[in-house]
């Protein structure tokens, strides 16, 4: 099953990147300079446990979703950029094996437990 996931997300991955550069063309600064700037939100995790909240609203498909459609509401192209690129970068961590955290431990995430508590998963 997680190979069905990750499958898919490597779909997404490469969506959301197709769309990005099909309607935001020669922007390749923009997409490299963001794609890995959710992952700043790791540094929350310095200052408390809840640092998974920021993490989480940072690599939610929801909330990119609904950063999109503002951007078109708004015809606001930089919120739609940013929603794509999030979305892909989301997309890339989830083929990598993070998923969103629970505030318990920065190692369990909604796709199981990651790194040295990955033996949980058995």
Do not use: C
Request: hydrophobic share 50%.
């Amino acid at each position: 099953m997680k190979f069905t996931l990750k499958l898919e997300e490597l779909g997404l991955l490469f969506l959301f990147s197709m769309v990005y550069f099909q309607f935001f063309q020669g922007n390749w600064g923009l997409f490299l300079g963001l794609f890995f700037a959710p992952d700043l939100a790791f540094l929350l995790f310095l200052f408390s446990q809840n640092g998974a909240i920021g993490y989480n609203v940072l690599h939610h498909k929801g909330v990119m979703a609904m950063l999109m459609l503002l951007g078109y509401f708004l015809q606001n192209d930089a919120l739609i950029k940013v929603g794509l690129i999030f979305m892909a970068h989301s997309s890339f961590d989830r083929v990598a094996g993070y998923g969103l955290k629970y505030l318990d431990s920065f190692d369990h995430t909604h796709l199981g437990w990651i790194g040295k508590s990955k033996h949980k998963n058995d």
